[in-house]
């Protein structure tokens, strides 16, 4: 007699969802609301020292930042914010770069593509010249939120939150 053959290994978070997703739910294996410590170790993001609500690791090319509130109500506490970005000198005249949105939008896209693709976006002012587009979600999801700066068209940050919207500094 045979040993039947095993079945398939169910896939792991990182086979199941692309590194390219950013969605209102969260960017690549880091979800909004997974606790904190476990998102942290599976992104291999290291906490920040002087501020340890917040973690980062750097990959092909940008940041990945995984934040926390810095007093959690919840134990253990959950992933508020996930973040990608990169410096907009560096993304000019590259491809997009990191996780895309459903629409394909990501670090490097111009903002009149991210238009295109969301009409429906919202551009907020935000404090100095940063500004963002904020693309409409489901109730009760956290928002996507795509960062350029004034006067520039390149996009260099996409942000997953529950949050009203991404913090200008959240370590400071």
Sequence with gaps: ??????????????????????????????????????????????????????????????????????????????VDLVQVSASPVDLEGRPAVGPVTAEGIGLGSRVDEALAAYPDAAEIESVGDRRYLAIESEPGTGSVFLTYTAGTDIIWAVTATTLDEPPYESCG
Excluded: H, K, N
């Design 1 to 78: 007699m045979t040993a039947p053959a095993d079945p398939a290994p169910s896939p792991s978070p990182s086979a199941s969802a692309s590194a390219a997703d950013a969605s209102p739910t969260g960017i690549g294996d880091v979800e909004l609301g997974a606790p904190f410590d476990e998102a942290v170790a599976a992104a291999g993001a290291t906490p920040v020292e002087a501020c340890p609500w917040l973690a980062s690791a750097e990959a092909d090319g940008y940041m990945l930042t995984v934040q926390r509130p810095e007093v959690s109500e919840q134990d253990p506490a959950v």
